[in-house]
């Protein structure tokens, strides 16, 4: 029995590393895209509260009240843009809002426009509805970024995909640039997905600007607790957008999972409404981690490109990424995810998360790869 082809040409080639990279004692885990902290216990007890108070049946298959007007508050306070709940949708982690969104408006053979390096998901989504990603290299100058994009764009484009800021890079798009990439898609009909996960992981003085403040009718945003609240195996996302598309996507939540789980929806709106406090110093100990990171590897002489936030830095090894992250595993137990897997651009990268990596350990791991590099 034969499964679609589609699928069958996935390769999930980063749970190979974390395998690899499990199975080794003592191995500093680079490899991780998520926090090392547990959830605030405020959203737990309000989750708590919600389950005892028998909040378990099926949900509003667009997400229960509380949460969208939660989420609505939330998302019209960013950019000025003017938002109910009739613009929102909860998902199953932002994951899913973009699975969605490919679900529900990709046909056989649609062209989507990521950026390279993206997010190896991104990949995994598109193709899996039998959508055909499209790497860009969204490079810093503006004017290259819009030739490159206007070269890329075809009859057969349906998104383009904005990951600002950025995994695996941690880069973010200035102003200049979304305005210019927005106006394209205006241009040409082009739905634009705004990938904002890490929106609030932002370093010092940098500010979030969302290009849907260019483009709010075309642009479809997707969010979620995951790496702010550290609640990645919570599974809660949303997606914000026209309401009229809303309606059109929420078909797929209900051929997907029906509802989000129910009472874990209460525990976001105390994310979202409650002390943001702890958010923050996670954001702060992230900062740190970063500082001492950026300090080991500018002593190695690797380049990177400079991230503006998040947890992850895309490092520039200068040599073959798979072989050079299995040999760095396998001889000095560092895990790191080797940058071909996010793409063309980073086939001499390693993509390395810091957001279970403590400083001491970061210190620990640089003292390993210094003596290693000089053998
Ligand atoms: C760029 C990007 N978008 C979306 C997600 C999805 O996060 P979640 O489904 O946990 O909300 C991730 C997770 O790693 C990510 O890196």
Known sequence: ?????????????????????????????????????????????????????????????????????????????????????????????????????????????????????????????????????VPVHYVDDSKLLIEELERAITSKTKFIFVNSPSNPTGEIL?????????????EKDIIIISDEVYERMLFGEHKFSSIAKYAPKRTLRINSTSKTYAMTGWRIGWLTGDKDLIIQIAKCIRATIACVTNFIQYGAVAALNGPQDEAMNMKKEYEKRYVAFKERVDKIGWTYLTPKGTFYMFVDTKEDSWPFCLKMIEEIGVSSVPGAAFGDFGKTYARFCYGSVSVDKINEAFDRIEKWLKK
Not at 108 to 133: F, Q
Request: hydrophobic share 40%.
């Open 1 to 133: 029995m034969e499964v679609r082809k589609d699928i069958s040409e996935i390769k999930l080639t980063i749970r190979k590393i974390t395998e690899i990279a499990k199975a080794k004692n003592n191995c500093i885990r680079f490899d991780i895209g998520q926090p090392d902290f547990d959830t605030p216990q405020h959203i737990k007890d309000a989750t708590n509260k919600a389950l005892m108070d028998g909040k378990t049946g099926y949900g509003p298959v667009r997400g229960v009240d509380e949460l969208r007007i939660a989420i609505a508050e939330y998302e019209s306070q960013k950019d000025g843009l003017d938002f109910d709940e009739s613009n929102i949708i909860v998902t199953t982690g932002g994951m899913h809002a973009l699975f969605s969104v490919c679900l529900a408006f990709l046909e056989k053979g649609d062209e989507v426009i990521i950026p390279d390096p993206y997010w190896a998901a991104y990949n995994l989504i598109i193709k899996s509805v039998g959508g055909v990603p």
């Open 174 to 186: 200035i102003d200049e640039d979304l305005k210019k990439i927005a106006d394209l898609a205006e």
